[in-house]
């Protein structure tokens, strides 16, 4: 059979046997020792500054002047200022949503609402967050959203019993809730 073995193959063989035997002397072989590096410290970093004798830290309102008006810039005004004036003056811009329509169901209660910024309607219900407002109440004819202190209130643009007999589809051409083309509003059918 060795005989047929071609010199490439006897090579290769040749190698994987090096190869066994190399790795397993490495599995067999104690690992080497590594020494670990010896660290010194400096006598500066342990040394430690004593307090002077009889010294007391002044109290946190003697630095109050300097939290009023950091010393760095005569522009610059105390953060805890800051955040109040933007807390008070930060009242949000009106909600630039477009109620679609209104679901009230036996458990359920919810407001189909369209965005500029999205092409999808979403359906907000009361909890929610719309545009930085919370929906605070859905009701049959409007929703109620609220930013901080300040509410908006949202109404249909138009209810069925409100709606022109000739025109059911309205101004815009948009069929109100429980409307369908081809179908006089109630007013009509009577």
Avoid: C
């Amino acid at each position: 059979m060795i005989s047929r073995l071609t010199r490439v193959q006897l090579f290769l063989a040749g190698g994987v046997l090096f190869a066994g035997a190399y790795y397993a002397y490495e599995l067999a072989a104690p690992p080497p020792r590594f020494e670990s590096p010896t660290i010194v410290s400096s006598p500066i970093a342990e040394a430690k500054t004593p307090a002077p004798a009889g010294f007391i830290a002044p109290d946190a309102q003697a630095f109050a002047v300097i939290d009023e008006r950091p010393i760095f810039s005569p522009l610059r005004k105390s953060p805890k200022i800051e955040a109040q004036g933007a807390a008070q003056a930060a009242a949000p811009p009106p909600a630039n949503v477009t109620l679609m329509g209104i679901v009230i169901g036996p458990d359920d209660r919810f407001a189909t609402l369209k965005t500029p910024a999205s092409l999808a309607v979403l359906i907000a219900r009361p909890g929610q967050e719309v545009g930085g407002w919370k929906l605070v109440e859905v009701e049959a004819d409007h929703i109620l959203l609220r930013a901080g202190a300040n509410d908006q209130e949202i109404r249909l643009r138009s209810s069925p019993a409100s709606m022109p007999a000739g025109n059911p589809a309205g101004p815009a051409g948009l069929f109100p809730p429980g409307m369908m083309p081809g179908v006089p509003p109630p007013a009509a059918q009577r």
